[in-house]
C-alpha cells in the first residue's frame, strides 16, 4: 500500500513539474512582473518623485537634503524603506502592510545627506 501511493505521489509530482516547465516558457503576466526592489536618489527624485509597482506607489513630498518624507500606498504584501546616506550610514524603516490608508513615510541622514532610497517589497 506504501509503496502504490508513494508511486502515484512521485507521478503526480513528475506530472506537476513537465506542466510547470511548460509553462515556465510561456511569457508571465505583467502582475508577475512585480520588482521587489526599486532605487530612487536624489536627482531621480526631482525628476519624477514617484515609485510604483503593482504591489505599491509612493510619492516623495519633501527632500530637505538630510531628510525626505512622503506616502505610500502598500496594496499587497509589504514595503519597506532603506535610506543609504553620504556617510555610509543608513536607516531601516518598519515593514508597512496593505491597507486602504496611506503610510506615512520618511528616512533620516543627520549630519549627512540621503543618496539613495530602496523601496523593499516582499509578499
Known amino acids: 500500500m506504501r509503496g502504490c ?29 512585480t520588482a521587489p526592489h526599486q532605487t530612487i536618489t536624489p ?15 509612493c510619492v516623495i513630498t519633501a527632500n530637505y537634503g538630510w531628510r525626505w518624507e512622503g506616502y505610500c500606498y502598500v496594496y499587497s504584501g509589504q514595503l519597506r524603506t532603506i535610506t543609504y546616506c553620504a556617510d555610509g550610514s543608513h536607516t531601516t524603516g518598519l515593514w508597512i502592510g496593505a491597507r486602504s490608508q496611506a503610510w506615512s513615510v520618511w528616512g533620516n541622514c543627520p549630519g549627512s545627506r540621503w543618496t539613495k532610497i ?6
Do not use: M
Not at 5 to 24: D, E
Not at 118 to 123: E, G, K, L, R, T
Open 43 to 57: 536627482g531621480a527624485a526631482a525628476v519624477s518623485n514617484t515609485v510604483a509597482s503593482e504591489a505599491y506607489h
Open 5 to 33: 501511493i508513494a508511486r502515484k505521489i512521485a507521478t503526480f509530482g513528475l506530472a506537476a513539474a513537465a506542466a510547470f516547465g511548460v509553462l515556465g516558457t510561456t511569457t508571465l503576466p505583467a502582475a508577475a512582473a
Open 118 to 123: 530602496v523601496f523593499q517589497w516582499h509578499s
